[in-house]
């Protein structure tokens, strides 16, 4: 079992920035890729961004491409999600996602993921 603790979220201006930090416990992280989701309120959850296991392939959703970032930090069991230049749009829940696997072809759909966290609030105001 993978238990995935997310925190870093808050209230924001627009144009502003935040890290969200998913901290993973009973397994090691270097043996699973990961992956960032969102749900706004009466909306779907989407994807946002994937990383593999190494760190070295990385995808991300149109919606949020040249603004976030994910990364790992395997040693540490953690992986980010920076947000810059923040939008209205981007508000909602944030949910950090596991999959056991080291191949590097991205996840982008929820079904993928076996592992899944509690959520993180995000509020960008204007």
């Known amino acids: 079992q993978v238990q995935l603790v997310e925190s870093g979220g808050g209230l924001v201006q627009a144009g502003g920035s935040l890290r969200l930090s998913c901290a993973a416990s009973?397994?090691?992280?270097?043996?699973?890729?990961m992956a960032w989701f969102r749900q706004a309120p009466g909306k779907e959850r989407e994807f946002v961004a994937t990383i593999d296991w190494s760190g070295g392939n990385t995808y991300y959703a149109d919606s949020v491409k040249g603004r976030f970032t994910i990364s790992r930090d395997n040693a540490k069991n953690t992986v980010y999600l920076q947000m810059n230049s923040l939008k209205l749009e981007d508000t909602a829940v944030y949910y950090c996602a596991a999959r056991s696997g080291l191949g590097h072809t991205p996840r982008i759909a929820m079904d993928e993921y076996d592992y899944w966290g509690q959520g993180t609030q995000v509020t960008v105001s204007s």
């Open positions: 009973g397994r090691a992280l270097i043996s699973l890729r």
